[in-house]
């Protein structure tokens, strides 16, 4: 088992990495003293799957359960479902001392984690990831948020969770295709901070996506470690520090936006493309040998991550790129990579050579 401590003085929680650590989800809000009443919110899917083990392990701690199941897509993170969540709690809860427990991939965790930021002012959750995307990503940060019909996470909240339980037994049962997904965050970690990760992951990458235990324990403990790390420094992502957790989201989110956030792309698939395309435009800006950024594309391949970007025309990427830019950043930022495991970010990349490396990057 791994406990990861989260520094950030008294919003400080324990990220626990654990083969069967739905067991320990009870014991820990006990001792956490988060309440009496446990509300999950989780989804038919993911209920049906594990809902069992979890319930089992808050009722032994003597929690009462309160069950919310959302929508099973992208649509449960909207106004509407969270008014529906809000309601309902509100009405479940009187006289009690509930806390939320997020029980699912993101989408879950970034609707409940924004219920529980706002509702009463706050009330205590902890997240309990499912996803490989979301155990090692999306649940760790505080990040959360509802989409609006402009634009993705766009009402939302810091609000940090007191704990997350990570079970990597839960994996098993996840579609091949979203074990990918987050293994594209995972190999994001080793190429902004950690070359040893990226070497792992070169030689074990198919071990991670077969579930073997062992490989998904290291990938998940490191990952969220380099994760902690990073929000302990900026934690509201104002430093600058936090923003090289987006290296491959440039590109990536205009991949998404520009097929229409379809499934076409998975959010890991688009940044994987993404990557490439960073890595291909740090070459150019000489920031990185291309020797190193061969290596990304490669394991990006490996992986059978897309390495090229497809069915989409390049016209139609560019204006989603440039939509995004004005409308979410300001002006274009850049994470690129300098090597295998350290990154630098640039403002300001001048737009023709944007324009040559997705090109580059474009299947015909
Ligand atoms: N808050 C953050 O910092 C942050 C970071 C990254 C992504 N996100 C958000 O996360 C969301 C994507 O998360 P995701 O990729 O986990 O998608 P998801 O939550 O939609 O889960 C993917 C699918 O897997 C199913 N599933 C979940 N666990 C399963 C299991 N153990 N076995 C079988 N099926 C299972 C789900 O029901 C769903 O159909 C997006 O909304 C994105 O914006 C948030
Ligand atoms: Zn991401």
Redesign the pocket.
Known sequence: MAKIRLFLKERSYDIIVREGALADCGKVAARLGLGTDAVVVS?K??WA??GSRLRRALKRAGFKIHLELVP???RA?SIASLARLLRNISLFDKRKRPFIVAF???????LAGFTAAIYKRGVPYIQVP??L??QV??AI?G??AVDLPVA??LAGAFYQPRAVISDTS??K???AR?MR?GLAEIIKYGVISDRRLFSYLEKNHAKVLKGDRNALAFAVTRSSAIKAAYVEKDEYDSQGVRAALNYGHTIGHAIEAASGYSSRYY?GEAVAAGMVVAARLAVMLRSMKRSDSTRVERLIRACSLPARIRGLSYARLYRAYVRDKKFIHGKNRFVLPARIGAVRIAEGVSDNVVKEAIASCSAR
């Open positions: 989804n899917t993911v799957l594990h099973d897509s992208e993170k699912g991939g993101g989408v879950v965790g970034d499912t996803t995307l979301a990503d999306a940060g990040k959360t993705k996470n839960v994996l049962t996840l579609p979203h997904n959010h």
